[in-house]
């Protein structure tokens, strides 16, 4: 089976509405002259939503933590954190 999933890099939410009970999250990228322009579209079920907002939560929580530690563990201020994977 070929993997089909599309990655999309998108630093900030362009617009959202919901229509007939499905949420729709314009994505945008900052652009030329820092303006931010559609990237992609995430469509979600409305039920669904309150699950994928706590997901996106509970990672944030996460890399925060994670972040804290590093910093913690590592001399410089200013250093960049390591890259890091959450199951």
């Known amino acids: 089976m070929s993997d089909t999933r599309t990655t999309i890099f998108a630093d900030g939410i362009l617009d959202a509405s919901v ?15 820092g303006k931010p322009t559609p990237c992609g579209q995430l469509v979600v079920p409305l039920t669904q939503l309150p699950s994928l907002v706590t997901s996106l939560s509970g990672l944030l929580k996460q890399v925060e933590a994670r972040m804290k530690e590093q910093q913690a563990a590592s001399a410089p201020e ?10």
Do not use: I
């Not at 200013?78 to 199951?87: E, K, L, S």
């Open 78 to 87: 200013n250093a960049a954190p390591a890259a890091f994977r959450f199951g």
């Open 19 to 33: 229509t007939y009970g499905v949420a729709r999250l314009t994505l945008a990228q900052t652009g030329a002259e």
